[in-house]
């Protein structure tokens, strides 16, 4: 569990830089299509890599402070579904409703959001921690959700990464060398078949280690805006990127 630091960020503070990021990044694609090599784009996109670690770090310590399992899996999936149709929507590659039917359209990769590859990360540590699955079991079913959630926006990458940061959960060094390892990995791949540059920028997580190493331990002092954060995120994502299609299919 992590050190009580005070001063230092809640998880409702840091969550809210997460969410400011992810929309720059996402107004930079929507904006400025394709890989443009201008200053501008290429420093919304830098400053935007910060937010998958941060949800992938939050998504692993509700897994431990969740009061059930079941229902916080349920909701990720829930949100995912949904996010899916917005996610798309929101793409300048959108082409009507065939766009929502996987692998229909564009390449393998990027075929829904990454609340998908999220959800599978939870599922993930919970196959890692779980008593009932055993032997080789663990890494044959966790071999089986990359295989799933691989097509979405950060791949099978921001699950592996949801696994690394609860399986190390306490010991920041770790969590960051795993981060870095698959995070290069994905960099890997943008460089090889997308574009170099932005193979490059997907480097920028590591913006994200300073920020969680701020991190006290607590959600924040007032319970309603507990409650209220608890819900932001979910609602948000989808929401922003539903605003993003409209403006740009209108």
């Given at each position: 569990?992590p050190?009580i630091?005070n001063?230092g960020?809640?998880s409702?503070?840091?969550?809210?830089l997460a969410?400011a990021?992810?929309?720059?990044?996402?107004i930079?694609?929507a904006v400025?299509?394709g890989?443009?090599?201008?200053l501008?784009?290429?420093?919304?996109h830098?400053?935007?890599?910060i937010?998958c670690?941060?949800?992938?770090?939050f998504?692993?310590e509700?897994?431990?402070?969740?009061?059930n399992?079941r229902k916080?899996?349920?909701?990720?999936f829930?949100?995912?579904?949904?996010?899916?149709?917005c996610y798309l929507?929101?793409?300048a590659?959108?082409a009507?409703?065939l766009?929502?039917v996987?692998f229909?359209?564009?390449?393998?990769?990027n075929q829904?959001?990454?609340m998908?590859?999220?959800a599978?990360?939870?599922?993930m540590?919970?196959?890692?921690?779980s008593?009932?699955?055993?032997g080789l079991?663990?890494?044959?079913?966790?071999l089986?959700i990359?295989?799933v959630?691989?097509?979405s926006d950060?791949?099978?990458?921001?699950?592996l990464c949801?696994?690394?940061?609860?399986?190390?959960?306490?010991?920041?060094k770790?969590?960051?060398?795993?981060?870095?390892?698959y995070v290069?990995?994905?960099?890997?791949v943008y460089?090889?078949?997308m574009d170099?540059?932005?193979?490059?920028?997907?480097?920028g997580?590591v913006?994200?280690?300073?920020?969680?190493?701020?991190?006290?331990g607590?959600?924040?002092k007032?319970?309603t805006?507990?409650?209220?954060m608890?819900?932001?995120?979910y609602?948000y994502y989808?929401a922003?990127l539903?605003?993003?299609?409209?403006?740009l299919?209108?």
């Amino acid at each position: 569990m992590p050190s009580i630091r005070n001063p230092g960020l809640t998880s409702n503070a840091i969550k809210l830089l997460a969410i400011a990021a992810m929309t720059i990044d996402h107004i930079a694609w929507a904006v400025f299509p394709g890989y443009p090599r201008q200053l501008l784009p290429l420093l919304m996109h830098l400053i935007g890599r910060i937010t998958c670690p941060i949800m992938c770090y939050f998504v692993a310590e509700g897994f431990h402070y969740t009061k059930n399992i079941r229902k916080y899996t349920a909701r990720m999936f829930l949100f995912a579904v949904i996010s899916h149709f917005c996610y798309l929507y929101s793409s300048a590659d959108f082409a009507g409703w065939l766009s929502f039917v996987p692998f229909l359209t564009g390449s393998v990769l990027n075929q829904t959001s990454v609340m998908w590859s999220l959800a599978w990360g939870l599922v993930m540590l919970r196959v890692a921690h779980s008593e009932r699955v055993t032997g080789l079991w663990k890494p044959v079913l966790i071999l089986l959700i990359c295989a799933v959630s691989f097509p979405s926006d950060w791949s099978c990458i921001a699950a592996l990464c949801v696994l690394a940061f609860g399986t190390n959960r306490g010991d920041l060094k770790r969590q960051a060398l795993w981060l870095v390892f698959y995070v290069a990995l994905y960099s890997a791949v943008y460089l090889f078949a997308m574009d170099w540059l932005y193979g490059v920028v997907q480097l920028g997580v590591v913006l994200a280690i300073p920020i969680l190493r701020l991190y006290n331990g607590q959600r924040g002092k007032n319970p309603t805006v507990n409650r209220v954060m608890k819900w932001l995120f979910y609602i948000y994502y989808p929401a922003h990127l539903l605003l993003i299609g409209l403006l740009l299919h209108a």
